[in-house]
C-alpha cells in the first residue's frame, strides 16, 4: 500500500513538473510592457482611467472623425490602408489599441462590452473630440461599435461593420472559463499556434508573409493572453445583433461590408445582420476572406468613403444627429 501510494506521489510529482516546464516553454509573455518597451512604438499614448491607451490620429482637425475599432486580437495596424485612404480623402481617423493588444496597457478587468466602450468614451473625452463620430469596427470590433452606438447613440453619425463577429458564441468552452484551468490552456494550448493561425483569415495567405512575425510583437508583453481569455469568458461575442434595439430603432445610418470567402465569420452570418439592422447597406466583397480591408482594399475604401460621404452636409463637416 505505501509501495503504491509512493509510485502515486511521484508520478503526480513528475506530472506537475513537465506541465510546469510546459508552461513556462511555451509562455511567449517574457517582458513587461512599461515605458521602455513603447518607446519605439508607434502612435502615441494617453493614460484613461484603466490604464495607458496606444492610439493614432491623422487627417485634418475640420475633417469628420471615423473611429476605427480593431479585431479580436490584432493591433490597429490591421486598418493601415483604410486609414490612409479616409485621409487622402478629408477624414480625420482615430484609430487605437484595446487594453491587451499592441502597447496598450493590459489591466486585469472584466474584459466586456462595458469596458470596450468605456474605453472609447474616455479616449474621445481625452482628445476632446465632441462631434458625433463615424465609427467602424471589423470582427469583433463589429460587436464593440455597435455596442457603442446602442449606448451612445447621440455621440454617432454612422456605423461601418465589417464582417462583424457579433452573436457568433455562445460564450468560452468549458476548459476556459475554469479559473486556473483557462489560463493554463491560453498559455501551452492556444499561444504556439495562435500567431499563424491569423492566417486563416485570409483567402491567399502565401501574400502576407509579415503578418505572422508582426502579430508575435506584442504577444512577449506580460498581459496579454490575460485579456484575451477575459474577453472570451465576457460578453463580447455572446450578445446577439437584435439586442442592439436601440441602434436598430435609431436614424443612424449603418454599412455592412463581408468578405464572400470569410471561413472566420461566414458571410451567411450577414442575413441575420440585415434582420437586425434592415436599413443596412449591405455590400459584398468578392475574392476576400475575414480582412476584406486588406486583400480587397480599394473596393472596400470605395465603399467607406462614397457611404461616409454621403452623409456630409454641405459645409463639410459630419452632419448633426437628428
Given at each position: 500500500?505505501?509501495?503504491?501510494?509512493?509510485?502515486?506521489?511521484?508520478?503526480?510529482?513528475?506530472?506537475?513538473?513537465?506541465?510546469?516546464?510546459?508552461?513556462?516553454?511555451?509562455?511567449?509573455?517574457?517582458?513587461?510592457?512599461?515605458?521602455?518597451?513603447?518607446?519605439?512604438?508607434?502612435?502615441?499614448?494617453?493614460?484613461?482611467?484603466?490604464?495607458?491607451?496606444?492610439?493614432?490620429?491623422?487627417?485634418?482637425?475640420?475633417?469628420?472623425?471615423?473611429?476605427?475599432?480593431?479585431?479580436?486580437?490584432?493591433?490597429?495596424?490591421?486598418?493601415?490602408?483604410?486609414?490612409?485612404?479616409?485621409?487622402?480623402?478629408?477624414?480625420?481617423?482615430?484609430?487605437?489599441?484595446?487594453?491587451?493588444?499592441?502597447?496598450?496597457?493590459?489591466?486585469?478587468?472584466?474584459?466586456?462590452?462595458?469596458?470596450?466602450?468605456?474605453?472609447?468614451?474616455?479616449?474621445?473625452?481625452?482628445?476632446?473630440?465632441r462631434r458625433p463620430v463615424d465609427i467602424a469596427g471589423i470582427s469583433m470590433g463589429g460587436a464593440i461599435a455597435a455596442s457603442f452606438a446602442d449606448a451612445f447613440p447621440s455621440q454617432v453619425r454612422t456605423v461601418?461593420?465589417?464582417?462583424?463577429?457579433?452573436?457568433?458564441?455562445?460564450?468560452?468552452?468549458?476548459?476556459?472559463?475554469?479559473?486556473?484551468?483557462?489560463?493554463?490552456?491560453?498559455?501551452?494550448?492556444a499561444a504556439p499556434s495562435m500567431a499563424s493561425g491569423q492566417l486563416s483569415d485570409f483567402l491567399h495567405p502565401e501574400r502576407y508573409p509579415n503578418w505572422v512575425p508582426r502579430y508575435e510583437e506584442q504577444m512577449q508583453y506580460k498581459g496579454f493572453l490575460h485579456s484575451l481569455l477575459a474577453t472570451q469568458?465576457?460578453?463580447?461575442?455572446?450578445?446577439?445583433?437584435?439586442?442592439?434595439?436601440?441602434?436598430?430603432?435609431?436614424?443612424?445610418?449603418?454599412?455592412?461590408?463581408?468578405?464572400?470567402?470569410?471561413?472566420?465569420?461566414?458571410?451567411?452570418?450577414?442575413?441575420?445582420?440585415?434582420?437586425?439592422?434592415?436599413?443596412?447597406?449591405?455590400?459584398?466583397?468578392?475574392?476576400?476572406?475575414?480582412?476584406?480591408?486588406?486583400?480587397?482594399?480599394?473596393?472596400?475604401?470605395?465603399?467607406?468613403?462614397?457611404?461616409?460621404?454621403?452623409?456630409?452636409?454641405?459645409?463639410?463637416?459630419?452632419?448633426?444627429?437628428?
Amino acid at each position: 500500500m505505501h509501495r503504491t501510494a509512493r509510485i502515486l506521489g511521484a508520478a503526480l510529482a513528475a506530472f506537475l513538473v513537465i506541465a510546469i516546464i510546459a508552461y513556462v516553454a511555451r509562455n511567449p509573455e517574457k517582458k513587461p510592457l512599461d515605458d521602455a518597451a513603447r518607446a519605439t512604438a508607434s502612435g502615441k499614448f494617453i493614460p484613461l482611467s484603466d490604464g495607458i491607451t496606444q492610439y493614432e490620429v491623422a487627417g485634418p482637425d475640420t475633417g469628420a472623425t471615423v473611429v476605427l475599432c480593431s479585431g479580436f486580437s490584432v493591433p490597429y495596424y490591421l486598418w493601415d490602408s483604410t486609414a490612409a485612404a479616409l485621409v487622402a480623402n478629408g477624414f480625420r481617423v482615430l484609430r487605437y489599441n484595446y487594453f491587451g493588444r499592441g502597447y496598450s496597457d493590459r489591466p486585469a478587468l472584466r474584459y466586456d462590452l462595458a469596458s470596450y466602450n468605456r474605453q472609447i468614451t474616455e479616449l474621445l473625452d481625452s482628445l476632446h473630440i465632441r462631434r458625433p463620430v463615424d465609427i467602424a469596427g471589423i470582427s469583433m470590433g463589429g460587436a464593440i461599435a455597435a455596442s457603442f452606438a446602442d449606448a451612445f447613440p447621440s455621440q454617432v453619425r454612422t456605423v461601418t461593420l465589417v464582417d462583424p463577429a457579433i452573436g457568433t458564441s455562445s460564450g468560452a468552452p468549458t476548459m476556459l472559463r475554469i479559473p486556473g484551468v483557462g489560463e493554463y490552456a491560453m498559455t501551452t494550448l492556444a499561444a504556439p499556434s495562435m500567431a499563424s493561425g491569423q492566417l486563416s483569415d485570409f483567402l491567399h495567405p502565401e501574400r502576407y508573409p509579415n503578418w505572422v512575425p508582426r502579430y508575435e510583437e506584442q504577444m512577449q508583453y506580460k498581459g496579454f493572453l490575460h485579456s484575451l481569455l477575459a474577453t472570451q469568458r465576457a460578453d463580447v461575442f455572446t450578445r446577439p445583433a437584435s439586442s442592439f434595439t436601440t441602434l436598430a430603432r435609431s436614424g443612424i445610418p449603418i454599412l455592412i461590408i463581408w468578405g464572400r470567402q470569410d471561413h472566420t465569420v461566414p458571410f451567411s452570418r450577414s442575413d441575420t445582420m440585415r434582420a437586425a439592422f434592415p436599413r443596412a447597406i449591405l455590400v459584398a466583397i468578392d475574392s476576400a476572406g475575414h480582412l476584406p480591408q486588406i486583400e480587397q482594399a480599394a473596393q472596400v475604401d470605395t465603399a467607406m468613403v462614397r457611404f461616409l460621404r454621403s452623409h456630409i452636409d454641405s459645409s463639410g463637416l459630419a452632419s448633426p444627429r437628428r
